[in-house]
């Protein structure tokens, strides 16, 4: 095998990492679209992420037309009411308050599902733990998540929906597992503060220190 190989820039590590500090859950965007060119730009970097085995079970599912989205918003509202029935009094108001998608605004929805039982990787690493598969997918959707924001995008994941029902209204194949619903679009306004910390509902904690196992 080549020996290759590549050292990054002090810089691009400080840019890397700020990066990190400015990527944030998205719930409100422009309407500019997103080009063509962009989409599949970030679609190919996500399919650089790791998979075990390399079995590269991610799949991205497009939503176009008005119809689907709106009725991906309808059932967006219909869980969020029932999540709103699990909380009381004070804290059931603010849950209520509180913005936790950008369907109707989002120029580009994207629904990320996981294949099941994959071919690729003839079942290296996951008969141990059959969840690696979908541990991939969601790497790639980090993955995503950053190119995203580097590339002046915002990313929202929505995951008040019930699977079986967009599943249902996506006509997804059965041996796909809905991993994320997303939005993507530029974002109106950019923060290093998370939306939830903002208002109060939850703050970051931050690593603290290692559990040392003696
Ligand atoms: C698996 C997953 C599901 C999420 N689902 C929702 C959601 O349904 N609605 C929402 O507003 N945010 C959702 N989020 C975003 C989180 O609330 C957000 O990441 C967190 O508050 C921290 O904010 P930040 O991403 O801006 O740092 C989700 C995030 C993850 C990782």
């Not at 944030?24 to 962009?38: E, G, L, P, Y």
């Not at 996500?46 to 119809?67: D, H």
């Not at 969840?131 to 998540?145: D, F, K």
């Amino acid at each position: 095998m080549k020996i290759l190989n590549k050292e990054f820039e002090k810089t691009f590590v400080n840019d890397l990492e700020e990066l990190f500090l400015w990527r944030r859950d998205v719930k409100s965007f422009s309407n500019t679209t997103i080009d063509q060119d962009t989409l599949e730009r970030l679609m190919s970097f996500a399919c650089k992420a790791p998979s075990v085995g390399n079995s590269q079970p991610w799949r991205f599912m497009l939503i176009n037309t008005l119809e689907t989205r709106q009725a991906i918003f309808e059932e967006f509202k219909r869980e969020n009411k029932q999540a709103a029935e699990r909380y009381k009094k004070e804290t059931k108001q603010e849950y209520l308050k509180l913005k936790l998608e950008g369907l109707l605004e989002a120029p580009s929805h994207l629904a990320v599902y996981s294949e099941t039982t994959p071919l690729r990787g003839k079942g290296l690493g996951r008969s141990t733990m059959p969840e690696t598969v979908r541990y991939s997918t969601v790497l790639a959707i980090g993955q995503l998540w950053l190119h995203a924001r580097a590339l002046g995008l915002g990313l929202g994941w929505v995951s008040i929906l019930n699977p079986k029902n967009i599943n249902q209204i996506l006509q997804a194949p059965k041996n796909w597992d809905l991993i994320a619903y997303l939005c993507l679009g530029y974002p109106k306004l950019n923060s290093q503060i998370p939306y939830l910390e903002e208002v109060n509902w939850q703050s970051r904690d931050g690593f603290k220190e290692f559990i040392i196992y003696r």
